[in-house]
């Protein structure tokens, strides 16, 4: 299975600043279900099962990979958005920030449910970037989003994949 697609990543760039879609895409940074939460996610169950399961570890070692690509992105655009990439999410509406905390990660060690843990992560992220990618009215951000949906679009699939496998 291909955990990477042979397609580039655009220029990471924006159009101007605007702390409002910071404050957005620090939802996908740091949020609950975030690309900080799948890095960590991911990282943890690859070292659960480097060696009960090593196909398995191998290739969610090279998922959190490609998610750290994305959390390096995110936060290269807030930054560029006027905003500092700390590992928290801010909503305007809220008027506050919450950290991002390792409450975010379910450590549970059963293949079955790590792989439902991860379709339902995948789904939400896909929901998510897809509602950003509407709201916001930044050409570079949305081509950007719109390549990282493919990435976490291939993660599910996967992650179907072998979760139907184990059936």
Known sequence: MKVTLDIP??????????????????????????ETTAVLLYSYQHFDKF?????????????????MRHLEILGKLIKLLGKEPVYKTCESS?????MWNANNINYDTNLREMLKINIKAEETAIKTYK????IIDDKYIKEMLSR???DEENHLKIFNELYDKLK
């Open 131 to 134: 509602h950003h990618r509407k």
């Open 94 to 98: 809220r008027g506050n920030c919450i």
């Open 51 to 67: 060696e009960e399961n090593k196909e398995f570890a191998k290739l969610i070692e090279e998922i959190a990979i490609v998610e």
């Open 9 to 34: 990543y655009p220029e990471i760039r924006v159009e101007e600043k605007n702390s409002y879609y910071a404050d957005l895409l620090s939802q996908d940074y740091a949020g609950q279900t975030s």
């Open 148 to 150: 990282i949906i493919l």
